[in-house]
């Protein structure tokens, strides 16, 4: 099999609103782009290649994509935060479906990717708050992001509190 000469990252990545995300193997670019979850931005990389009967196959590679699904660009954690905050945006005022994963102290700031600091919203909570904390973007948490095991102990009480409570 022949190796990408380039290495494992070499198709970059774009969310929804064109902001460079994260780099894919041209693998996964490509699978991404047939299955419909992503559209390529620049397909001026053609690679010409005959075949037995004489027919020209033009083969693209792109180097960037853009996603149509915000699934596609998100890792294990930030669908474990989703699931965590059962797909609620965590911002007071807010009743809609959290589809991205937000960093409560951003990354610009210092803020790192663990689970006290991450947090499910929706996109327009997410823009609203930008790169701030969500003090100086006058915006109030619904609950303190927990880690996994803090979260399933509470839940695990909560279903004893019932059981003993019927």
């Excluded at 460079?20 to 047939?34: D, G, L």
């Excluded at 102290?105 to 663990?114: D, E, L, V």
């Excluded at 823009?127 to 948490?141: I, N, S, V, W």
Aim: aromatic share 6%.
């Amino acid at each position: 099999m022949k190796r990408d000469k380039y290495g494992p990252g070499e198709v970059i990545a774009l969310d929804r609103n064109y902001f460079p995300m994260q780099e894919f193997t041209r693998r996964k670019a490509i699978c991404a782009v047939v299955t419909g979850r992503a559209h390529i931005l620049n397909p001026s990389n053609f690679e010409k290649r005959f075949s037995l009967d004489g027919a020209i196959e033009l083969i693209v590679f792109p180097s960037a994509v853009a996603c149509n699904e915000s699934k596609l660009l998100m890792g294990r954690l930030e669908r474990r935060v989703l699931k965590r905050d059962r797909h609620v945006c965590q911002y007071e005022g807010c009743s809609n479906k959290a589809t991205t994963v937000d960093h409560v102290i951003p990354s610009c700031q210092g803020g790192q990717t663990t689970w006290q600091n991450l947090v499910g919203c929706c996109l327009t909570c997410n823009q609203k708050k930008g790169g701030r904390t969500p003090d100086q973007a006058l915006m109030k948490l619904k609950t303190i992001p927990k880690g996994p095991r803090a979260h399933l102990f509470e839940r695990f009480q909560q279903l004893v509190s019932r059981s003993t409570a019927a």
